[in-house]
């Protein structure tokens, strides 16, 4: 990293034992917000807005929310290098064992960690906690843990320097390298007070701050992106903007993936907070949208399920509606949340297989697992 090229950016070059770290100014920074941009604020919440009201038609937010979910750690592992899929994380979850890789079952069972996570911080701020940084070390113990980021100390601040860049890069070589590990803990603390206390712009915008804050200030030795990307939706939560984790915004980040580094390292550089504001309102509205048209499209089928099994016995009826929760299922798992008996399960899922709602996957007499094809393609993300 050279430090001539951050002189014009809003933080400031502090050494640590001959390395140049990168401190950011507090929040809030001085932003001319623009007609475009509050016009950009405008489209996005309207698009959130629309999103929203998915929530109040459907009595079982679960049959859109699990799904929105699973895709949300499957393109947030993506950003990070694996590749993991949608398919991937649901095999997991119905414990399938496909021959794979120790380093592929890593990367799986570290993208379900985010499943965990993400549900774990929905129920902290519904139980009344708000977004500080105790919760966070929480989340990310839970992102990290039992797997092989765990030697990184999940859960703790980092307390000495991270290089960003290449895998092993020297000092020069970095792209970036965060703040001082002595002042990690008060940026952060500045940063959360800035959320919960004295919030500037509009909530979209915010968000958008306090994303680029967290992502400079790198507070962990790993799992930095995959916590900063969950800490946008945990918000738009707390912040009454969604009634649940409907948005999944890594889906944007790496189809724009080079554009997501480029815009967080031209404010650092060169204060280009008007460029990364607008690129975040886009995302906000871009996924939006997306989530909206396949909350819809799962709800349709949904009903055209229904209205196809409708004389079918309950225990039919039931299954279908938890397929849209675990598109991947065994036949404990329906079992155990249906609360119905082993025979009458088996029973409906052949029912469904025969008619080809779902289909078979390992061949096997035991250890059996189903897939709803069709539920599937809908909630895979596209792209």
Known sequence: M?????????????YHNSIPCYTPAALPPDIDVSTELLEANSDAMYALGQLSSLHRDVANPAVILSPFIHREAAMSSQIEGTRVTLSDIYEHESGATPERSASEHADIAEAYNYVQAIHEGIARLAGGNTMDDELVCELHETLLGGVRGEEKHPGELRTQPVLIGAQDASVEDSRFIPARSTVVNLLLQQAFTYLQH????TPLIDIG???????????????NGRLGRLLMVLLLYEWDLLDGPYLYLSAFFNAHRR????HLLAVSQDGAWEEWVRFVLEAFETQAKDAYECGETLLSLRDTYR???RDARPVVRELIEFLFERPYLTASAAIDELDRSQPAVNQALHHLEDNGLITEQTGQQRNQIWTAQEIFEIVAPRG
């Open 307 to 309: 209205d196809e099994y």
């Open 2 to 14: 050279n430090p001539d090229e951050f002189q014009n950016g809003p933080g400031e070059i502090e």
């Open 259 to 262: 554009a997501y580094l480029d």
């Open 209 to 223: 701050l306090f994303h680029y804050q967290f992502e400079t200030i790198h507070p962990f030795l790993d799992g």
């Open 198 to 201: 004295a919030p500037v712009y």
